[in-house]
């Protein structure tokens, strides 16, 4: 049966049914099927079954001696349909499909153009041969969901590339380029055509008319190996994966390879994709890829076009102003950097020199761009006068209220109609900085983290006059730093601060109450972070964390509790990291330090003198004082609107704060905990300290309703439980 479709015939199974997603067409003596399911061409059920039935036709088909495989629109095939994982596996199951496809009686080629990931790549690996157009990519990135590729790709794979690229490829996730892919054999051929079907075609034409015997990577034989190689990566691969599985099972998988035959790898390598599939850990790392895509879905700017973004303007050179400018020009935009004299000005043009030459280093930039940077896209002043032209300007001087509105009536005098006017304020109002210029409705807040030219985070703070352009103004200028931007709201810390002060209150009443700083770092570094909150702390300097206790100082509620005990450290000159003494030890400028004796003698004297009776806090019970405090102020800045959705606290606690991706952010967490439980925590701690520990509305409602942060996520009901 054939149906015309634009000059090419277009044939449908008379056997199955087929949705039309994988079309079948004969070019001469070749059936080229091509995989339609945009966006990504991911494996869903209608195009497993239509690829199956056209396989099965394919080999049937007496006019077509060879097949070529290929995606339609930008990518080849992104692997599995993920969004298909929560549901029941429906047959055919994609192992059985790429089987089928490798068993072929003729030779059926892929031709890979943009992405052939995961089960996109597995299916390429099924075919007899491989072929890539220059640009493309291959990779098995499973191991970023939680799992492990699942359709033969760690049986496959090593049986085609070697053990080696295999360990490489699999627990890391990466792609590689065609160079690469064709160098270890996984792809036949690169071809210099741009279009997939024309470097398909021509490959299958060779294949043909030179009777290229057919390779099926199920029978290749895997070169012997010695086992100390897999316990030396897995070593490797755990101690990076801090707590995570997937990359440790995909060495695991990698393995069995070497020790069975393809079918009992292959059974092998099922039981370890399902017990994976099943884990909270895929749970929270599916959580985080979804979350990562709805960021930027903000009603408020569907369809509002940014405004223009060339020329940017950056007020102070201090750590922050000298971290975004660079950020900026490394991503190709001008700048021009106000500092209050020439002095300043050097300063900030020597960190900023410093950065980018570390870029070049690394081969981030090239000694060209470099150049041009400093010829011309850097422009250094003390005159407000030169942000004349800018498009946007962000403020980066002191964090005192005062400062930052001078600045503000200065920018308001000087800059263009329609520049966006951003703050870089960790805790200041930006509703009041906006008042004091004419155009409210042009000023943001821009909170970029600390190194700003490395930090993935960038929270865009919306004012209560802010315009939608002028949002959508800040997701692109995040876009352009290749930052992940996260809307926030308006109040003291916004999204990320404003849990952190809640979690270091926890923590440091934890340590008050008996436990070390040592011990609370040490159940957070179990937990995944990269740093315990000490160690942190240490890095980021005690005279912080001081400045701040003696202005909250007077302000205490009767019956807030204080802790002042590393004011004892900081009285002796000791600010962490920078003066090599803090909670640690930094001998010789070491990163890394050894707990401070001293620590022991001032909780102990802060102890006596507050008559404070030492608990023995258990690991499990420390992790849940300090993850209850986390997500229950998380729970009051989702329900006052600070944040839109739990999603965007999780992304905020990940790209800001080092919470372990693997474990989806602290809303996540609490799903998978069972937030009745977090609940009753809470109420528990109560007992103790009930100015601290006061439930949040949102949570209680979610208790009472059954619901979950991942319904709230998923829009069933508002974001705050109290509205619904
Ligand atoms: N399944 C379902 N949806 C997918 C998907 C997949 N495998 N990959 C991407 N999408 C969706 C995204 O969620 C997004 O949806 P939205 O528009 O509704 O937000 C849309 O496709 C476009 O994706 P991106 O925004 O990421 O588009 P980009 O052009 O920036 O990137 C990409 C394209 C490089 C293919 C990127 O989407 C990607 O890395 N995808 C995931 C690849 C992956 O992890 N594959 C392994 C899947 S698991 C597997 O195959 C198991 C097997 O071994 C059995
Ligand atoms: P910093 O003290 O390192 O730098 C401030 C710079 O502003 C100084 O170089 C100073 O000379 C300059 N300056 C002051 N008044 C000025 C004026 N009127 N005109 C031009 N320049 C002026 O401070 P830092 O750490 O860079 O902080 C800047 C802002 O960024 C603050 O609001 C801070 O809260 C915020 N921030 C700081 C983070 C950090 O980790 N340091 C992280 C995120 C935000």
């Known amino acids: 049966m054939g149906i015309e479709r634009g000059d090419r015939e277009f044939c449908v199974s008379s056997s199955f049914k087929s949705s039309g997603q994988v079309s079948y067409e004969l070019h001469d003596d070749v059936a080229v099927m091509t995989v339609n399911n945009a966006p990504v061409n991911a494996l869903s059920l209608a195009i497993r079954q239509d690829l199956q039935a056209n396989i099965e036709r394919f080999d049937s088909d007496a006019s077509a ?33 790429i089987d089928r496809i490798e068993e072929c009686t003729k030779p059926v080629i892929a031709a890979i153009h943009g992405v052939a990931l995961g089960g996109g790549l597995e299916v390429a690996l099924g075919c007899h041969f491989r072929v890539g157009v220059k640009g493309a990519k291959v990779g098995l990135p499973e191991v970023h969901l939680g799992i492990i590729p699942g359709a033969g790709g760690t049986q496959r794979l090593p049986r085609l ?56 990577c199920s029978q290749l034989v895997p070169a012997a190996v010695d086992a100390k190689m897999f316990e030396a990566a897995k070593l490797a691969v755990a101690k990076r994966a801090r707590g995570q599985m997937s990359p440790v099972v995909g060495v695991e998988a990698v393995e069995v390879a070497s020790q069975t035959s393809f079918a009992e790898g292959m059974e092998k390598e099922r039981e370890m994709f399902m017990a994976l599939k099943n884990s909270a850990q895929h749970r929270a790392l599916s959580h985080a890829f979804f979350s990562d895509r709805a960021l930027g879905k903000l009603p408020e700017i569907e369809g509002v076009a940014p405004r223009q973004l060339k020329a940017i303007g950056v007020i102070g050179g201090g750590t922050m102003g000298a971290g975004i400018a660079t950020s900026a020009l490394m991503n190709g935009l001008s700048v021009t950097l106000i500092e209050r004299d020439e002095e300043a000005l050097g300063r900030a043009k020597a960190t900023i020199a410093a950065n980018i030459g570390g870029a070049v280093k690394k081969g981030k930039l090239s000694a060209d761009q470099e150049v041009r940077i400093f010829e011309e896209a850097l422009k250094l002043s003390t005159d407000y006068g030169s942000l004349s032209n800018a498009d946007l300007v962000i403020e980066a001087v002191f964090e005192d209220i005062e400062v930052k509105k001078q600045v503000f009536k200065q920018l308001d005098a000087v800059c263009k109609a329609g520049a966006v006017l951003a703050t870089n304020t960790s805790y200041l109002d930006v509703d009041a900085i906006a008042a004091v210029t004419e155009r409210p409705e042009d000023v943001i807040g821009l909170h970029f983290f600390s190194p700003a030219h490395i930090m993935k985070l960038l929270e865009v703070v919306v004012a209560e006059k802010t315009a939608p352009d002028v ?90 509790r204080f802790f002042t005990f590393p004011d004892r450290l900081c009285e002796q000159g000791w600010f962490g990291q920078k003066t090599g003494k803090g909670f640690y030890i930094y001998e010789n400028g070491a990163r890394k330090g050894v707990p401070n004796p001293t620590v022991f003698e001032v ?14 806090l258990s690991k499990e019970q420390i992790l849940e004082r300090y993850m209850a405090a986390m997500v229950n102020e998380a729970a009051k800045v989702v329900e006052e609107g600070i944040a839109l959705r739990p999603l965007d606290v999780d992304m905020t606690l990940i790209y800001g704060y080092g919470f372990p991706r693997w474990r989806g952010g602290p809303m996540q967490y609490a799903d998978e905990v069972g937030l009745e439980k977090i609940l009753n925590n809470i109420r528990e701690y109560a007992r103790e300290d009930d100015y601290f520990w006061q439930p949040a509305k949102l949570l209680e409602e979610l208790v009472e309703s059954g619901r979950t942060f991942a319904d709230l996520n998923a829009g069933k009901g508002s974001q705050s439980a109290t509205k619904t």
């Open 65 to 97: 001696k060879a097949a070529v495989i290929v995606g339609a629109g930008k990518v080849f095939i992104a692997g599995a349909d993920i969004r298909e994982f929560k549901l029941p596996a429906i047959e055919p199951h994609l192992p059985d499909v």
């Open 161 to 216: 590339a070697g053990y080696e690229k295999a360990l490489e490829m699999i627990p890391s996730g990466a792609p590689i380029g065609t160079s690469d892919a064709k160098a270890a054999g996984i792809l036949d051929h690169v071809s210099e055509e741009s279009d997939a079907v024309a470097a398909g075609l021509a490959f299958a034409r060779s294949v043909i008319d030179e009777g290229t015997p057919m390779r099926r």
């Open 471 to 560: 949002i959508a103004t800040g997701f692109q200028l995040g876009k352009i730093m290749r930052k992940v931007a996260v809307r926030a709201g308006v109040c003291d810390g916004f999204i990320g601060n404003r849990i952190l002060a809640s979690y270091r209150t926890a923590a440091d009443a934890i340590v008050m109450d008996g436990s070390t700083p040592f011990d609370v770092d040490e159940v957070m570094l179990e937990f995944g972070f990269a740093m315990g909150p000490y160690a942190v702390a240490d890095l980021a300097g005690l005279d912080i964390g001081w400045a701040t206790r003696k202005r909250k100082a007077p302000t205490l509620a009767p019956n807030e």
């Open 603 to 616: 909780l102990a004297e802060e102890r006596k003198q507050k008559k404070i009776t030492e608990q023995n």
